[in-house]
């Protein structure tokens, strides 16, 4: 006996090497996993609950590897700032940007940061996403950036979501640090990271002309491993630092930009299993005229994922449907690319093997669509077709 079946349905299960297609199918639950899928007719058993799906789509409860949603503020004056000539590293550099943003986090309470992220999870979550990414990075202090990791997990205990939370102290460096960026990664390695075991899933650095260095992330990397966390990068965005060929050495789940990574720093990633993490959303956001060499990923084997990146900088987003446009649009992913980016890849890129398929003994996380072919999906721009979620069988 199963705890629910949905059927009449047509299933996009993500395995094999495209959308590994089931149409006119059927996916039952039992304690919260698939324990059963394929063609309609051939369903097994009885269920205590039956859905008929009419004809819909189901994909994997989609996952968003890739957010900054908690924060306070917005910056919709340095978006008018830069469309009157200004560029993002000038802000940045002159105190605005990322730290403007951490100033108004480090001035919000925890119910105020709450407040200001549930309707931007809710947004992401009204599309399909059943898990999501959270980093910190907006503190660059140990209270404000447990403070934000702390959010993220209450979210997480809020709503029907699951959410993976990455601890990004070393994004910035904060204004009592300016001119000692090596002190400040030291503060991260010793004193912020450790504080944090208990509240991050994962590690992220920015590795960047604008961020740190290599020896500084190598640093940050190390006191990862030592409290056992997984490290991710965001890297080669704003020029190419080698952050692809870092990753594959540090044994890193993902580098996420990559928009100006070198292709041999590619084969290592590609080697290593390292995903990369596509985020086309802030590309068209900045105007950025580098785009991540796809055609050299594909070469050297590299699982791409998708994610939004949603953040107030440089990606004002509330919608990965969107991003799987943007990504086909502006980095011609196939359809099957992007799909499989936010859903198979992006477990990859957050670790995690328990989801992103359909597959018996996965968690039965799903998205509804009432759309006639997947590539629908990709195909609107800012159109949402989700009529259902299903959380571990709920
Ligand atoms: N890259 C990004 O996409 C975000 N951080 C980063 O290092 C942007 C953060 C911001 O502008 O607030
Ligand atoms: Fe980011």
């Not at 899928?37 to 409860?61: F, K, N, Q, S």
């Not at 931007?120 to 996403?129: F, I, P, S």
């Not at 990369?276 to 791409?304: S, T």
């Not at 359809?335 to 989801?355: K, M």
Request: hydrophobic share 45%; charged share 25%.
């Amino acid at each position: 006996m199963f705890d629910r079946v949905w059927t009449h349905a047509n299933l996009a299960t993500m395995e094999g090497e495209g959308l590994g297609v089931i149409e006119d199918g059927a996916i039952a639950a039992r304690d919260g996993r698939i324990a059963w899928l394929g063609p309609r007719a051939a369903l097994p058993g009885p269920a205590a609950e039956t859905t008929d799906c009419g004809g819909a789509w189901i994909l994997p409860g989609l996952i968003d590897c890739h957010t900054h949603l908690v924060f306070a503020g917005d910056r919709s004056d340095e978006f008018e700032r830069r469309l009157a000539g200004e560029d993002y590293a000038a802000i940045l550099q002159s105190g605005g940007g990322i730290l403007s943003t951490v100033r108004a986090t480090r001035a919000a309470d925890e119910a105020t940061l709450l407040a200001a992220a549930r309707p931007r999870l809710a947004a992401l979550m009204a599309e399909g996403v059943t898990t999501v990414e959270i980093k910190s990075g907006y503190g660059l202090e140990r209270d404000t950036e447990l403070r934000q990791l702390r959010v993220a997990r209450r979210l997480a205990a809020e709503l029907p979501v699951a959410v993976r939370t990455t601890l990004l102290a070393a994004h910035a460096v904060p204004p009592e640090f300016a001119g000692r960026r090596a002190d400040y990664a030291r503060l991260v390695a010793e004193e912020i990271l450790p504080a944090a075991a208990d509240l991050a899933d994962a590690v992220d650095v920015f590795h960047d002309r604008l961020g740190f260095t290599t020896e500084e992330t190598l640093r940050v990397a190390d006191a990862a491993r030592r409290i056992g966390r997984p490290v991710k990068l965001h890297g080669d965005q704003h020029a190419d630092v080698g952050s692809a060929a870092l990753a594959a050495r540090l044994g890193a789940l993902s580098v996420d930009h990559l928009e100006q990574a070198n292709a041999a720093g590619l084969q290592a990633m590609g080697r290593a299993g390292t995903v990369a993490v596509l985020l086309p959303g802030a590309c068209y956001f900045l105007r950025e005229a580098n785009r991540p060499d796809i055609a050299a990923m594909r070469a050297a084997g590299v699982r791409m994922a998708v994610a939004s990146d949603m953040n107030p900088g440089s990606c004002p987003t509330v919608s990965l449907l969107l991003m799987l446009n943007f990504a086909c649009t502006l980095f011609r992913l196939t359809v099957g690319e992007a799909l499989r980016g936010v859903t198979r890849q992006a477990a990859a890129a957050l670790g995690l093997d328990d989801r992103g398929r359909l597959a018996p003994g996965l968690r039965c996380d799903l998205a509804l669509y009432a759309i006639a072919r997947p590539a629908e999906l990709c195909y609107w721009i800012g159109r949402n077709p989700c009529i259902g979620r299903v959380l571990e069988g709920h």
